[in-house]
T-cell receptor
């Protein structure tokens, strides 16, 4: 069965650079969620989209932005990267109103 | 706001021992409850879930029962294996609204020794 796809799987950037993470949800899923998991931490919700509109917002820094496109894939754009942005970034998708989220494998971002 | 509390780790057990990882939650509505497992270097995998009070989720020998009266969803397994070594996250989500995010507990690291 198709799963959530994230790319890239690993990304290394330097401070003050920008990064774009991509998420391709399970086919026919219309809701996408982004989470950030720091080293040894639990995943923290960043932002979610339903039908290409932002549906909920968590602890997403102003330096980050995200959007969902017409094919339901989503991109997380991160600017002015800081060392503390080094983390595992998970994307999850769900079919609206069902509640269960399916997680992608994550993108590991390292900021040097 | 909603929150999830888990027992502190790490938990170290011998193979075939009984496992309990406590999870309690605070929520304004009637959330769905989940256990996710994260193996080293990997993403989050759904282990089991329960969507209403008294539901029991089970998978791969793990079980958890949704207890509304004690707001708990403790994870149990009768006989753990070395391959169960991972971090376990209890989580909740409030169904019914589109785009409802998960709230995760802090995670409990389990190490099973041969």
């Amino acid at each position: 069965a198709a799963g959530v796809i994230q790319s890239p799987r690993h990304l290394i950037k330097e401070k003050r650079e920008t990064a774009t993470l991509k998420c391709y949800p399970i086919p026919r899923h219309d809701t996408v969620y982004w989470y950030q998991q720091g080293p040894g931490q639990d995943p923290q919700f960043l932002i979610s989209f339903y039908e290409k509109m932002q549906s909920d917002k968590g602890s997403i820094p102003d330096r980050f932005s995200a959007q969902q496109f017409s094919d339901y894939h989503s991109e997380l754009n991160m600017s002015s990267l800081e060392l503390g942005d080094s983390a595992l970034y998970f994307c999850a998708s769900s079919a609206s109103g069902i509640g269960e989220q399916f997680f992608g494998p994550g993108t590991r971002l390292t900021v040097l | 706001g909603d929150s999830v509390t888990q027992m502190e780790g790490p938990v170290t057990l011998s193979e075939e021992a009984f496992l309990t990882i406590n999870c309690t939650y605070t929520a304004t509505g009637y959330p769905s409850l989940f256990w996710y497992v994260q193996y080293p270097g990997e993403g989050l995998q759904l282990l089991l879930k329960a969507t209403k009070a008294d539901d029991k989720g089970s998978n791969k020998g793990f079980e958890a029962t949704y207890r509304k009266e004690t707001t708990s969803f403790h994870l149990e397994k009768g006989s753990v294996q070395v391959s169960d070594s991972a971090v376990y996250f209890c989580a909740l989500s409030d169904p019914g609204d589109y785009g409802q995010n998960f709230v995760f507990g802090p995670g409990t690291r389990l190490s099973v020794l041969p």
